[in-house]
């Protein structure tokens, strides 16, 4: 890894750290809100303890002078809120039919996605490792979106994973097109903009308002896993683009696999553990050197 890519690196893990906890905890609470609520709450969670960060950091006399966002960034912004409104709810619903370590494995499609649509639509040079690493990442997928019996048909909590991770591999790179600008900025409005419109498929839906309790429990997860990491994730954009980014924060769903397990000690079936170990060669191959070296 080049010397100057290392501290972007270094945030893209730390990013996958916090976010790692969020399937699991959000399994937890789900038992106690509704999987759209559940979506509301993580990113106002994120928005508003990020807002928070904000005031302490105008504090300092050296402050960050970022480059604010414009009229010109609008469609990205627009796009990435949408996203952030679509991709959570499918998650918490897909955890809601599935297990939190089979979702957090199913999680690391994202790479998958992210990579092949910066590829297409932004050009981003992608190294024959890295399209291996993909068709293994894609073939463990779909083995872990196999019925319980390991039937030809597919379980639905699995496909709702995958299509929530589709929705976040479009939303990284709408997020990648605005990583030059204030990160916090992306992340109070990617959080309150999101939030607030998860809040209203909610309540037009009529889905019942869970106990204060759990909203706050449910908000904290979301200022950790949300507002902290995707605060990380923007800087690491900034040196790394959005498809490499997402490889190094493919540590992220084993770390999520692994609490998981400690968690509910669901039952490591043949098929999750082949499926695990094409995770793990599939996201070394695309963590590691996955990625061109051309300008």
């Known amino acids: 890894m080049e010397r100057v890519k290392a501290p972007y690196a270094a945030m893209a893990f730390a990013a996958a750290a916090l976010y790692a906890a969020s399937a699991p905890a959000s399994k937890l609470l789900l038992a106690e809100a509704t999987p759209v609520f559940m979506a509301s709450f993580l990113y106002l969670g994120a928005g508003i303890g990020m807002s928070f960060v904000g ?4 504090n300092f006399k050296n402050g960050h002078k ?7 960034d609008f469609t990205y912004v627009a796009l990435m809120i949408v996203l952030d409104i679509i991709a959570p709810i499918l998650l918490m619903v897909g955890l809601g039919m599935t297990t939190a370590s089979n979702a957090s494995l199913l999680n690391n499609f994202e790479i998958a996605a992210t990579a092949i649509i910066a590829f297409i639509m932004f050009g981003e040079p992608v190294s024959k490792r890295l399209w291996k690493g993909i068709a293994v990442i894609t073939a463990a997928s779909m083995l872990l979106s196999l019925g319980e019996k390991g039937s030809l048909s597919f379980s639905l909590g699995s ?6 991770a589709t929705a976040w591999g479009f939303e990284n790179n709408c997020t990648r097109m605005l990583s ?3 990160p916090l900025q992306v992340v109070v409005l990617k959080g309150l903009g999101s939030g607030v419109g998860s809040f209203i498929v ?4 009529g889905d019942s308002f869970p106990e204060l309790v ?3 429990y449910a908000m904290v997860l979301g200022f950790f896993s949300y507002g902290m990491s995707i605060w990380l994730y923007v800087y690491a954009q900034r040196g790394l683009g959005a498809a490499r980014t997402s490889s190094y924060y493919a540590v992220a769903p ?3 696999a692994a609490i998981s397990y400690t968690v509910f000690r669901d039952p490591l079936s043949p098929t999750f553990l082949a499926a695990l170990a094409l995770m793990m060669i599939g996201s070394y191959l695309a963590a590691f050197e996955g990625f061109s070296q051309k300008k």
């Open 55 to 58: 005031l302490l950091r105008k």
């Open 214 to 216: 759990y909203v706050f």
């Open 159 to 164: 496909v709702f994973v995958l299509m929530a």
């Open 66 to 72: 970022e480059t604010k966002l414009d009229k010109g």
């Open 202 to 205: 909610a309540f037009l839906i």
């Open 254 to 256: 084993f770390i999520g």
């Open 180 to 182: 030059l600008k204030d």
